[in-house]
Structure formats: structure tokens, C-alpha cells
């Protein structure tokens, strides 16, 4: 997400680009109702609040579109029962749509949890949302009125988000390390859930994610010596949860940013997919993967030597491959285009 505030006739309007599985949307928020306090809940007790929804709050939202509230503006009411109760739900179970930009059940109470990436959309209103709170959004595809995977016409939606209330959750920085692991692996297994099912841009959003709390899993400790770090390896006995070695951590850091760059590739992002598989093989040079992912994401931007130095990678750590054996063969055809076609435009410019 990445927000901009502006200031139009006295309202403030937060802007920002979220992902849904049509692609890329800007979004406009315009706050049009301040909410009442002391709708946190905290394990059934209400507590006071300044409060707003952290990673890991269960959030009661309901969406509606423009079209679901009355004349006079305002919401078409359902049942508004007690919002603590409400809360015990363990958050949203219902499907990703591939054709849906909101992702949550219209004019529905909805229990959501924070961070996930469920509904990117509705999550990053409710970030800036007190309980009790009311918002207008205006959503515009960034690709100027195409889906972005089959380029067909979108029309802009306008709708309203409510955050009746929610529970505690926690900064990233206030987590343990535990904690943050356990996050990083449901993101991980989430993106590849969603990029089997097809959800492209939903599993690019949830190797995102990983990638960002895994950057701050270990800290300084990233460096240290592998026998170090299993002298100093922590296990968490409430969750059972054991901290990876240093080594493992790279490796996944180097998984995460291969997956990051398959999907990129299938966005025909090449630039974006060139820099994740970079970094995946200077993480891990042995994965094989990265570097194919590496060799088609040059020959995209027509890097071409670039591309032949990552196959040749690739055949290092595969002999068999005929992948690479393949990409080569087309490089060497592109070549073999490009100089001929050089040398007829300087045979006309000297003739």
C-alpha cells in the first residue's frame, strides 16, 4: 500500500494501490462518519480507544456498493447484534473470486483478520479505521479500465466500509519471533494456495508479505555463524514453534523471492521478475529454479547475454535440462536475427 493524503474542499482523501485477482486498483478513502468509542475487545472485555486495528485483529467490517444505501445517503441496516460476540469467529472462510475486486460478502456483517490479505482493499481501510467508523472508497484500475489479465473493460466501483468493531492485535515490532514465523509460513502456504487456484496477483500479495516480515525475523542475527545460531536457537513452548537456523532462513528468503518472480513472470512484469530472481540466486546459488525464472525474465527485456549466462547456471546444476538447452538455442536464434538484420541497415547506409 502506498498512501497518499490529500485535501479536497476541507475533506481529507487517503489514496493508495491495492491488489485484488483483476490486478492493481487505486484506491480513494474519504472518511463520512467518526465512530464512537469502546468497541475494542480484548478476550470479551471492551476497552477504551484511540485504538486501531493492528496485524492479527479480528475486524467486523461490512461493505456496500454505492447502490445499497438509500436516498438520503445513508447505510441500509442488517442485523447488528452483540459485536464482542461476533468476534469470537476465527475470521473470513469464504473463497477468493477470480472476477470480484472487494472479495467480502456485500452489505454482510463480515468478521476479517488483519493481515491476512483476504481482501487487500478492505483491509487497508480498516488500517486507518477506528470502531465505529465509516468510509466512502472510489476504486480505479491502475491499467486505465482493463482487467489486467485478459484486458477487458472495468468499470469503476464506488462503495462504503463500515468497521463496526475488532479485537487487539499487535505491530509487527511488538510480535516474537515466534509469532512472526508462524505469520511468515501461513503467508507462504497461502501463496501457494492462491497461485494453484490461479489467484496470480493474490499469491505475488501473500509472498509479499512473507517477505517483509521475514526480513525482520532474525535481525542482526542473520550473520552470525550457523554454530552460533544452534547454540542460541529458541524454542517457544506455548506454540511449539521452533526459530529456523540461519541457513534456513535463507534458503526460504531465496524460496520466497523465486515464487515472487514466477508470478511476476505470469503478471509480464519481466523488470520486477528479474530483480526477485536476482536476489533469490545470490541467496541461494543452487537453486535451480531462480535461475531459469532469472533467464526468462532477461530474455523478456532482451538482456540476452544476461539470459545465457542464467541458463548456463542452470545446466551447471541440471546437465539434463532441456529447458535451458531449449532457451539457449532461442537465444542464439535472436542473435543470429539481430546481426543479420544489422548487417542489411549497414550494407544500405555504405551502398
Known sequence: MDPVNGDHDGVEITSWVSVCPRGLWTVQKKLTQSGSQHKVYNHGEVLSSGYKPRLGSLCLVRVHLKADTDDAGTFIKGDETNQGDRLDAPGAEFPRCQDCVLQVPLGDWTTLRLGEGHCDV????????????????????????????????????????????????????????????????????????????????????????????????????????????????????????????????????????????????????????????????????????????????????????EARLAFRELLKLQPESTAAVKALKEIASREKQTNAQLGKRLSKMFS
Open 122 to 305: 478492505t483491509e487497508a481501510c480498516v488500517e486507518g479505521m477506528r470502531a465505529g467508523d465509516a468510509c466512502e472508497i472510489r476504486l480505479t484500475p491502475v491499467n486505465s479500465g482493463a482487467d489486467m489479465l485478459n484486458s477487458q473493460p472495468v468499470e469503476e466501483i464506488c462503495a462504503t466500509v463500515e468497521l463496526q468493531a475488532f479485537t487487539t492485535g499487535k505491530e509487527s515490532w511488538q510480535m516474537s519471533p515466534g509469532e512472526k514465523w508462524e505469520w511468515v509460513r501461513s503467508h507462504k502456504a497461502r501463496g501457494g494456495e492462491r497461485f494453484r487456484s490461479g489467484d496470480v496477483w493474490g499469491a505475488a500479495d501473500s509472498y509479499s508479505r512473507a517477505l517483509k516480515l521475514v526480513i525482520t525475523l532474525r535481525g542482526c542475527e542473520v550473520d552470525r555463524e550457523e554454530q552460533d545460531i544452534e547454540e542460541q536457537r529458541v524454542t517457544y513452548t506455548e506454540d511449539e514453534t521452533t526459530l529456523p537456523t540461519v541457513n534456513q532462513l535463507q534458503s526460504l528468503k531465496a524460496e520466497l523471492h523465486s515464487n515472487l518472480s514466477l508470478c511476476q513472470l505470469k503478471l509480464k512484469q519481466p523488470v520486477r521478475a528479474k530483480e526477485s530472481a536476482e536476489k533469490a540466486t545470490q541467496l541461494e546459488p543452487g537453486g535451480a529454479k531462480a535461475w531459469y525464472r532469472l533467464g526468462q525474465a532477461c530474455q523478456m527485456v532482451n538482456e540476452l547475454e
